[in-house]
């Protein structure tokens, strides 16, 4: 008999639990959504050229790898 009395307790704990996260997350929601969310940014508006980067068209290609990959690749 105390079987069953420790697998209703276990089930009413994960039900306790489940109930609590949805809880929670819906009150994060509802926080998130109520409060601003500060200064928006744009993107500057230029009436002339449009911007250019500095950098090659070969620097955006290469990814830089830490030391210690670079070794093991090496």
């Avoid at 409060?35 to 290609?61: M, Q, V």
Wanted: proline share 5%.
């Amino acid at each position: 008999m105390d079987d069953y009395r420790d697998l209703v307790s276990a089930a009413l704990a994960l039900f306790c639990a489940g109930l609590m996260l949805v809880a929670g997350q819906l009150l994060i929601e509802w926080h998130a959504r109520k409060t601003d969310s500060g200064a928006l940014i744009e993107a500057p508006k230029h009436e002339g050229a449009p911007l250019i980067s500095n950098r090659s068209p070969l620097d955006r290609k290469m990814i830089e790898l830490p030391a210690e990959i670079g070794r093991k690749r090496a």
